[in-house]
């Protein structure tokens, strides 16, 4: 099964339209990948961006971060979610004691194992 016929079936599911779906699972992957970023300065978790039909690159030095609502209407858009920092590949492929296996990949997990519990 594709990811994207799982989010038509976990839509029809919960009753809920696939915009609303790709909306909120968007949250709820930035949400997740932001709290599974180790800390020690606070900046790779404040610079973890939502990307609205193209990749957001910006980055910045605040170390204090924020979690994105994607707008309205954006599950009808490609939402990226990304982290230009150049370290950011460095912490997902496990160089952190706090976060050794990565933030990305443990969300997809989960996040796919919420999906086809639900279909379920």
């Given amino acids: 099964m594709s990811f994207q016929s799982d989010l038509g079936k976990f839509a029809k ?3 809920l339209e696939i915009e609303v779906v790709v909306g909120k699972l968007a949250f709820d992957v930035l949400k997740s990948v932001i709290e599974k970023t180790p800390i020690k300065t606070g900046r ?3 610079n973890w961006n939502l990307g609205l039909g193209s990749i957001n690159y910006t980055t910045t030095k605040s170390t204090t971060f924020k979690l994105s609502v994607p707008p309205k209407g954006s599950g009808n858009k490609v939402i ?3 982290n230009s920092l150049p370290y950011i590949t460095s912490l997902e492929n496990g160089d952190s004691k706090q976060a050794r296996g990565g933030m990305v990949k443990p969300t997809m997990s989960e996040i796919n194992r919420s999906i ?3 279909i379920r």
């Fill in 44 to 46: 790779a978790k404040a």
């Fill in 80 to 82: 990226y979610i990304t």
């Fill in 116 to 118: 086809r519990s639900v």
């Fill in 13 to 15: 599911a919960t009753g």
